[in-house]
């Protein structure tokens, strides 16, 4: 896929929660010709479903509300007039009722993990998970809606991805029609301006991060009982998606 000269480049990367979204979008904030979006509808998800999120009030009060607001302002000037928008999206703010076809002037990315290792990590801040909290079954319908219009979006399985950045973002650059740059292996620790008002919250270890770190090296994954049910209803999305990744 190539990019016009004349217009920029909007990236869409959606990924379920307990990914390695965040790190991703330091590399590609570390470009120097991209600017980046943290998680731009979870304002409007959080006000729309009435969920409790830490930090909900924070969040709502920073944000936008109003999805279509958030959609207007996602496909409008680009900030810093940079070359590149890189968009950190989380599938499961897409709810029922929202109108999707704005996706389509993006170029989309989904950003898998396996299903058993998300439920792990998801309980350990939140006590119950439903499979669209985690994003997979959005992310099939995303994937399906994007292919059905003649543009299926390249897939990353973040263990994949992690077992080779490089070769990986080399990929992707090409896809999209732009130079790598080795600046995107490699960052400044510390916060940005550009991350979400949660980020104290939740972005610790990304803040003490200066790159991508290998996968980690573990037995079999015991997922508890109470989220047994949403790996047997996601598996299947995972194993479907995960059969057309992108392999670097």
Same mark, same amino acid.
């Given at each position: ?13 959606? #990924?379920?929660?307990?990914? +390695? #979204? ?53 496909? $409008?000037?680009? &900030?810093? !007039? ?12 897409? =709810? &029922?009722?929202?109108? @999707?076809?704005?996706?389509?002037q993006l170029a989309n990315v989904l950003l898998i993990r396996d299903p058993r290792e998300v439920v792990?990590?998801? =309980? ?11 994003? =997979? ?9 994007? /292919? ?6 390249? +897939?990353?399985?973040?263990g994949d991805f992690l077992r080779a950045p490089e070769t990986h973002l080399r990929a992707l650059c ?10 995107? =292996?490699?960052? &400044?620790?510390?916060?940005? !301006? /550009?991350? $979400? ?13 200066? $790159? ?22 996601? +598996? &299947?999305?995972? @194993? ?6 992108? +392999?670097?």
């Amino acid at each position: 896929m190539s990019t016009p000269s004349d217009k920029p480049l909007r990236i869409g990367m959606w #990924s379920g929660p307990r990914n +390695i #979204s965040t790190a991703m979008m330091r590399a590609w904030e570390n470009r120097g010709d991209c600017a980046v979006s943290d998680e731009p509808l979870y304002a409007a998800y959080l006000a729309a479903t009435g969920i409790d999120h830490p930090m909900r009030d924070e969040v709502i009060a920073a944000g936008d509300t109003d999805w279509r607001g958030v959609v207007s302002y996602l496909l $409008g000037p680009v &900030p810093g !007039d940079r070359s590149i928008w890189y968009q950190k999206h989380m599938t499961h703010h897409l =709810l &029922p009722g929202m109108d @999707r076809a704005w996706i389509a002037q993006l170029a989309n990315v989904l950003l898998i993990r396996d299903p058993r290792e998300v439920v792990v990590s998801y =309980l350990k801040a939140r006590t119950t998970v439903t499979p669209e909290d985690i994003g =997979l079954p959005q992310q099939v319908e995303l994937f399906d809606m994007l /292919s059905d219009a003649g543009t299926p979006p390249p +897939i990353i399985d973040a263990g994949d991805f992690l077992r080779a950045p490089e070769t990986h973002l080399r990929a992707l650059c090409t896809r999209f029609g732009i130079a790598f740059t080795e600046r995107m =292996l490699h960052w &400044p620790p510390g916060p940005r !301006d /550009s991350d $979400g008002v949660w980020a104290s919250h939740w972005y610790a270890h990304v803040w003490q991060s200066t $790159g991508f770190e290998p996968p980690p090296v573990s037995n079999a994954v015991q997922v508890p009982v109470a989220g047994t049910h949403v790996v047997d209803a996601c +598996i &299947p999305h995972y @194993r479907r998606l995960h059969a057309q990744r992108l +392999i670097a």
